[in-house]
């Protein structure tokens, strides 16, 4: 025997005894050889004449000879163990007699390593507590769901915002681990009332969001509610404790036509905030001004057009520092008066101006019509620094890279100092603007005294970590949405979290205001939490010009 026969039986030795599976096939399936460690996985020492090598793989026939001379992943079907994934390898090798191609194969086990790829992305994708889908799934699968239903607008789908009423009591009251369990149950229970096409969500703390796949109808929507409502009235026994709970829940559909998953989750989160307002264990559908892309273009030309014949107008509502009970300044609002619509309000038309890029023209024009009123204001009743006016700014401006000389303009223009403005954004302006809003937040430290407002803040633990993780930022005052305080007097956890609230704001430097402030009762306990600043319909509604003058006499003359 010669040297190159040595060195070949040396080679069919070390195939036949390699750890790793291997077998030699026709390009027709027929297996010519199969090695020890195949044989043994197979569980079998001779092969059927009637298989063929394809039959033990799931992938299709031609899939496999379209990856010759490549790897492909596929799952091996084992006769006597559970089926594994496996990396396959097929080489040309010769080709027979009959013409047909000769494969040596390697089948190399990568099961354990899809297995922890599975788990990488079910952690990437769902929430560990509950094992619901988390924001990042929904938030794609609700993109994936409107890109089909502009494609196809008879495949609609819903949106269910679900708030769990009064749950911070429960954690207050018998600590988070209780729950957490709560929140668990809730999961287990919300589960059960949907189809696998649906996808539940836990958004973040006691907020659950359902996206029903295929259902856009208000009655069907409704329905899934009240079951909803039904599943959670029964108590949870958790721990000796028996627990009671509800939910107020929102909802909106893909009739609204927006582009943006966040618009129709905005939609829904305040048909939520209305279930709030109307009690507990309430529903309530969001109505969209329009309900075809058609509308939704017809009502953009029709904002332009209104822009230009001077339809929209702004409002007033005052400001009061509830120490001295003294105005301390006023909230610019606008309304759109439609030729037949009537008032609309903002939350009607900004995500549709934001949608059409109107809304850094809309925001603009707010800015020097609102500087403007202020600086006649100025003159004629004589006040300095002693009254702000206070200026909501699109996420569209606040990420423009020219804002910051927008601001510079207008105020020398109008002869205001600066710390006369109150620019207030919401807290995701901050967080979504990227390198944009950082920069454009370092622009306006260059403009002295200048004041940033947080906007509708929610009053939760999350909401404080973002203060210390963006102590750069330069805040001067923050506002806590009305929903802040609607149990505020009667709900003595509600009112602990406050006083902490605006103990940490204090040692910051950050004025705190509450929105909302209906009632006397109300009042008197956010004086008696040390609140410094509020506003609402117990002090006035958004006034008109001259309302707003009438206002000012009262303080100033």
């Known amino acids: 025997m010669n040297s190159e026969q040595d060195t070949n039986v040396i080679g069919r030795q070390a195939l036949e005894k390699a750890r790793i599976p291997f077998f030699i096939g026709e390009e027709n399936g027929r297996i010519l050889y199969t090695n020890q460690t195949w044989k043994q996985l197979m569980s079998s020492e001779e092969e059927s004449a009637e298989k063929t090598w394809f039959d033990y793989f799931k992938a299709d026939k031609d899939l ?40 040596a194969c390697f089948v190399i086990d990568c099961t354990e ?43 609609g789908f819903s949106l269910l915002y679900i708030d769990l009423d009064d749950f911070k009591h429960i954690n207050d009251e018998l600590g988070h681990a209780i729950g957490d369990k709560v929140l668990l149950q809730t999961a287990q229970r919300l589960q059960p009332l949907f189809r696998a096409q649906d996808t539940i969500c836990r958004w973040g703390g006691d907020e659950f969001i359902v996206l029903l796949d295929g259902i856009m109808d208000e009655k069907t929507g409704k329905k899934k509610a009240q079951r909803i409502h039904e599943a959670l009235s029964l108590p949870f026994s958790i721990d000796d404790h028996e627990i009671s709970i509800s939910a ?40 969209p001004l329009v309900r075809t892309f058609s509308e939704l273009k017809q009502l953009e030309q029709e904002m332009r057009s209104g822009y230009k014949r001077d339809e929209f107008y702004l409002v007033y509502q005052p400001v009061m520092d509830l120490k001295s009970m003294q105005i301390s300044g006023l909230e610019a609002l606008i309304r759109w008066e439609h030729p037949s619509r009537g008032t609309l309000y903002p939350n009607d038309f900004f995500p549709i101006a934001d949608r059409s890029n109107f809304s850094d023209q ?20 004589q006040f300095n620094g002693d009254l702000k006016l206070h200026v909501n700014i699109s996420s569209a401006q606040f990420k423009s890279p020219a804002f910051q000389d927008l601001i510079d303009e ?51 633990l999350g909401n404080l970590n973002f203060f210390f993780n963006y102590k750069f930022i330069p805040f001067n005052m923050v506002k806590i949405d009305q929903n802040g305080i609607n149990y505020l007097s009667t709900n003595n956890t509600i009112y602990d979290s406050l006083r902490t609230f605006i103990s940490i704001f204090s040692q910051m430097g950050i004025d705190l205001a509450i929105k909302g402030i209906e009632s006397k009762k109300q009042l008197n306990t956010l004086k008696k939490a040390n609140c410094h600043y509020g506003q609402g319909y117990y002090f006035s509604k958004p006034l008109n010009l001259h309302a707003t003058e009438n206002y000012l006499k009262k303080y100033f003359q």
């Open 113 to 155: 390593y899809k297995k922890q790829i599975q788990e990488i992305q079910v952690s990437c994708l769902h929430d560990p507590l509950t094992g619901l889908a988390n924001r990042v799934l929904l938030l794609d699968r609700l993109n994936t769901s409107l890109q089909l239903h502009r494609r196809e607008a008879s495949h």
């Open 410 to 460: 207008v105020l020398t223009f109008c002869n205001l100092e600066p710390e006369t403005i109150n620019l207030e954004c919401p807290k995701e302006s901050f967080l979504n603007g990227g390198k944009v809003a950082k920069k454009t937040i370092e622009s306006l430290k260059k403009i002295p005294r200048v004041n940033l407002v947080v906007d509708n803040l929610k009053m939760n």
């Open 248 to 287: 107020s829940i929102g909802i909106t559909m893909s009739s609204v036509p927006f582009d943006r998953p966040e618009d129709l989750l905005l939609l829904a989160d305040q048909a939520m905030y209305k279930s709030k307002a109307a009690g507990k264990s309430q529903t309530t559908l969001q109505a």
């Open 64 to 103: 496999i000879l379209e990856r010759k001379d490549a790897t492909l992943e596929t799952e091996l079907i084992c006769p006597y163990d559970e089926d594994r994934w496996v990396a396959l390898m097929l080489h040309t090798i010769s080709s027979a007699d009959n013409g047909r191609s000769v494969f």
């Open 362 to 381: 809309l925001g603009t024009w707010i800015l020097w019509q609102a500087c403007g009123q202020m600086a006649k204001w100025k003159k004629a009743f």
